[in-house]
């Protein structure tokens, strides 16, 4: 009987092998570098999972380890990279799974905004948007108004978004977009103002278990770089019950019967509007965060489900933990990736602060406006998230990550544009990276945040 893990989020792997043989399941891992997961590898016993590396872009080759697999029962594909290839795969070995058909739909923002609306689950259509075509202002301005939202349909992380507040803003954004490569289409909603939040949640034949609330302080405007998380959110038992209501129904909408989803909202004045909806446990810290928070392992659930079995989540009374929170730990200035400052003074500080590395040293960081940039987290803990909010905050303050300037090819300067052949892959890697998906950000447009 075996389990096969499709890559997986830059952080968790630990948590999903012990769920696994608490439930008598090998664990086997598929991917493409192991070396990406070195951080939870390194925290496991010898021979805990099976580790096989293997091109898992192609699909073709996937496919072929899976039908090499002893019993195998089920598929995990966990990540918003190889999602798809993931449900494909389910379908063709027949093992149990949501149908291919939802999980596009989840993957196209703007299919589910439009879902959403038929429903009456949101105050607006997506706009498609032509970023080559002149009219395309006018008509947006027309469609959703101002301020607006201009965003790729497949978009992760954070990028590929932009606030357009005016008329001008609008043209600049549009002429942006048609310089950059999207993994989907570009289009227009409104800009819901308000706080944002993460949903996390666990659907079973239909019904949602609302497990808590990750609150999501960003950037200021008008960029949205995630730098702040903390779980769970103190609702009133009220709004709770109220919230867990809604997100039933925003993913019935959708067709979302069973697993794990995290789900984005702002909260408006007028309530809650969608943001996004993801088909899976929360990236970066967040399942650590529900695992500790509520005192369960959580990924017994994901376990369980991908075998097709109900999880004991679903109906399981929580015994309750610490809150958490989690700090992203960006550098001042773009460059090369040489180490981080501080990580001495965490054991001194409240909220048992610790480091979670993502890049390794040597690792380009060229986009700081939104979550490829970050190199590690700075995770805290305290009684309520508020409280764990600030530990996490002051730990955060204390840390310093390092960038030395790109080099350029046949200089010695330092200045200018990467040399990508003599950095990406240097030597000297002190710590983990993250996961596949960070590793090819520019061939898969996906980052490690989510």
């Known amino acids: 009987m075996t389990v096969v893990c499709l890559e997986a989020l ?15 399941e090998p664990l086997r ?19 805990a999972l099976d580790v096989v590396e293997t091109d898992t872009f192609d699909t073709e080759l996937v496919a072929e380890q899976l039908g090499r697999t002893p019993d195998l029962r089920g598929l995990i594909s966990s990540t918003d990279t190889w999602m798809l290839v993931g449900a494909e795969l389910t379908a063709r070995f027949g093992l149990p799974g949501l149908d291919a058909a939802v999980l596009r739909l989840t993957r196209d923002k703007a299919a589910v905004r439009d879902r959403l609306f038929a429903a009456g ?7 498609e948007a032509d970023s080559g075509d002149p009219a395309t202002a006018a008509l947006l301005v027309k469609a959703v108004g101002l301020p607006a939202i201009l965003k790729d349909t497949a978009g992760t992380g954070s990028q590929n978004v932009w606030l357009v507040r005016d008329e001008r803003e609008l043209d600049a954004a549009l002429a942006e977009a048609a310089g950059r490569q999207l993994k989907g289409r570009l289009f227009a909603e409104p800009y819901f103002s ?5 949903a996390e949640t666990l659907t079973w034949a239909g019904r949602t278990r609302l497990l808590g609330v990750s609150s999501r302080l ?19 038992q009220p709004r709770r019950d109220a919230l867990e ?3 039933d129904d925003v993913l019935a909408a959708v067709g979302y019967t069973d697993r794990f989803a995290h789900v984005e909202f702002a909260l408006t004045t007028a309530g809650p509007e969608v943001v996004e909806i993801n088909p899976r446990i929360g990236g970066a810290l967040v399942g650590e965060g529900l695992c500790r928070a509520l005192g369960v392992n959580v990924y017994e659930a994901m376990v369980e489900a991908a075998l097709g079995s109900r999880p004991g989540l679903m109906d399981a009374a929580l015994p309750g933990g610490p809150a958490s929170a989690f700090v992203l730990g960006y550098p001042a200035e773009p460059g090369v990736f040489t180490g981080v400052d501080g990580l001495d003074r965490l054991p001194d500080m409240p909220g048992s602060p610790a480091w979670y590395p993502v890049k390794r040293t040597g690792d380009p960081v060229e ?43 046949g200089t010695t300067d330092g200045a200018g544009v990467p ?32």
């Not at 689950?121 to 706009?127: D, I, P, V, W």
């Not at 308000?194 to 993460?198: A, L, N, R």
């Not at 009684?383 to 390092?402: D, I, K, M, Q, S």
């Open 419 to 450: 040399d990508t052949a003599g950095t990406a892959g240097a030597a000297g890697t002190t710590g983990a990276a993250g996961t596949a998906a960070d590793a090819t950000a520019s061939q898969a447009g996906q980052g490690s945040g989510d």
């Open 245 to 247: 209501r809604w997100l």
């Open 367 to 409: 986009h700081l406006g939104d979550s490829r940039g970050y190199a590690g987290i700075v995770y805290a803990e305290g009684e309520t998230a508020e409280l764990a909010t600030h530990c996490a905050v002051a730990a955060a303050n204390a840390v310093r990550v390092r960038t030395e300037p790109f080099r350029v090819a």
């Open 194 to 198: 308000g706080p944002v939040y993460s």
């Open 29 to 47: 891992l598929l991917t493409r570098d192991p070396a990406y997961y070195a951080y939870e590898l390194e925290r496991l016993p010898a021979g």
């Open 121 to 127: 689950l949101t105050r607006a259509r997506a706009a």
């Open 218 to 236: 960003m950037s200021p405007e008008p960029h949205f770089r995630e730098e702040i998380t903390a779980f769970p959110v103190a609702f009133p």
């Open 10 to 24: 830059t952080f968790g792997l630990g948590h999903l092998t012990r769920a696994a043989a608490r439930l008598g």
